[in-house]
């Protein structure tokens, strides 16, 4: 669920052509900016499970070409969504299906696991940023038409939180810095290492996956804070 | 994995029979020792998965009148081991197989699961230390000569610390207190409200479920600290 300002600058490109109305864009903006008002000293958790992100050639080879993902329920970043569409994921020790597709395709294709799916499916698989793929995990992912197998892609994905310029300044802190961030609650504690990625096109949001969100005892309605 | 003390304090009421050897003692004394001289600042982590432990009664209506458990393996506290045998756990919504069973039998049946598993069985399930089942979760339990619903007995387990007295001497806390804990590492961090369970049949560990460890980094060569 990252690479929003990726996603999101496409939009845009889109939202230049001729037949867009203020109204459009006036929502992108609202999305982008959403959460960034509610608590000056919080910021909202979002909670990702297992999920792969594919590029249009891998989406042709799975479910056959020219296939157009089905749009399930938006995601909290602008443009980004679940879609109907699952793969199945396999390594040489097991296979893990239901595993949700994320929207719109990327021109990578990349795979975001769990730690506890990493012994599952019997293979290595890195803790890092979105995007930085260089000798990052392998699995073979099966579609209905068809299976790819991914020379690298797979990743354990690093605790980060998005947000706008505005909110860095305001949290003391810059893109690319690395930060702790405290929980509160019966499973409460901090969480070392968290990359902020700060840019004009990000709502507020920091980024667990759900075993993180468990072993903390968070969910979607809780609220970290930087340490 | 819990109830050390109460287990080894069956085991040397038993010992304490006229046809036990000295070496027995002995090695039951080594293991409960093990760990405490290893390294004087840090603690070894045992990572526990979902499990169960059956009372005799329940035993008999999952696998048969008068059954016995089959030891698999050895658990790092003395007496303690996985079994052969697993249950179905179901709750409103799903079901897990392959739940090991934790023998020996105890006086009360409790099913320690982890966070993640209370939404895929749709149950609600209480952070509780090993014992205290009062109002915690309810689940069906099968096995392959009949099924027990489980009025409450399941929890997930509250991370805590086993420890001989010497040891909690020398760390600085007492029994029943509550702490911190540092993991090192790229997934490190800390994790709060940590119990502290020192008795004079406790090898030192500090035990949490894998959803903690892989949250944090931490496999069963981890070394964490109090804070």
Same mark, same amino acid.
């Given at each position: 669920?990252?690479?929003?300002?990726?996603?999101?600058?496409?939009?845009?490109?889109?939202?230049?052509?001729? #037949?867009?109305?203020?109204?459009?864009?006036?929502?992108?903006?609202?999305?982008?900016?959403?959460?960034?008002?509610?608590?000056?000293?919080?910021?909202?958790?979002?909670?990702?499970?297992?999920?792969?992100?594919?590029?249009?050639?891998?989406?042709?080879?799975?479910?056959?070409?020219?296939?157009?993902?089905?749009?399930?329920?938006?995601?909290?970043?602008?443009?980004?969504?679940?879609?109907?569409?699952?793969?199945?994921?396999?390594?040489?020790?097991?296979?893990?299906?239901?595993?949700?597709?994320?929207?719109?395709?990327?021109?990578?294709? @990349?795979?975001?696991?769990?730690?506890?799916?990493?012994?599952?499916?019997?293979?290595?698989?890195?803790?890092?940023?979105?995007?930085?793929?260089?000798?990052?995990? @392998?699995?073979?992912?099966?579609?209905?038409?068809?299976?790819?197998?991914?020379?690298?892609?797979?990743?354990?994905?690093?605790?980060?939180?998005?947000?706008?310029?505005?909110?860095?300044?305001?949290?003391?802190?810059? #893109?690319?810095?690395?930060?702790?961030?405290?929980?509160?609650?019966?499973?409460?504690?901090?969480?070392? #290492?968290?990359?902020?990625?700060?840019?004009?096109?990000?709502?507020?949001?920091?980024?667990?996956?759900?075993?993180?969100?468990?072993?903390?005892?968070? #969910?979607?309605?809780?609220?970290?804070?930087?340490?």
């Amino acid at each position: 669920m990252e690479d929003y300002e990726e996603i999101l600058g496409k939009l845009v490109e889109k939202l230049s052509g001729p #037949n867009v109305s203020e109204d459009v864009i006036a929502e992108v903006a609202k999305k982008a900016t959403a959460n960034t008002t509610t608590d000056e000293k919080t910021i909202p958790v979002g909670v990702s499970n297992r999920h792969i992100h594919l590029s249009q050639t891998d989406l042709d080879k799975l479910f056959g070409k020219g296939y157009q993902l089905t749009p399930l329920k938006d995601l909290s970043q602008p443009s980004q969504y679940a879609s109907k569409e699952t793969v199945i994921i396999c390594g040489p020790k097991g296979s893990i299906s239901k595993v949700r597709i994320l929207g719109p395709v990327r021109s990578r294709t @990349q795979v975001e696991v769990l730690r506890g799916d990493t012994f599952k499916l019997g293979i290595k698989a890195p803790l890092r940023i979105s995007g930085d793929l260089l000798n990052s995990g @392998q699995v073979t992912v099966v579609g209905p038409k068809g299976s790819v197998e991914l020379e690298e892609g797979v990743i354990v994905a690093q605790r980060h939180i998005h947000m706008l310029p505005s909110d860095a300044d305001r949290f003391g802190v810059k #893109n690319g810095d690395i930060v702790t961030i405290v929980i509160e609650g019966d499973r409460g504690g901090e969480l070392n #290492n968290v990359a902020i990625r700060a840019n004009d096109k990000s709502g507020l949001e920091c980024h667990i996956d759900t075993e993180e969100a468990n072993a903390l005892g968070m #969910n979607s309605k809780t609220r970290i804070r930087i340490k």
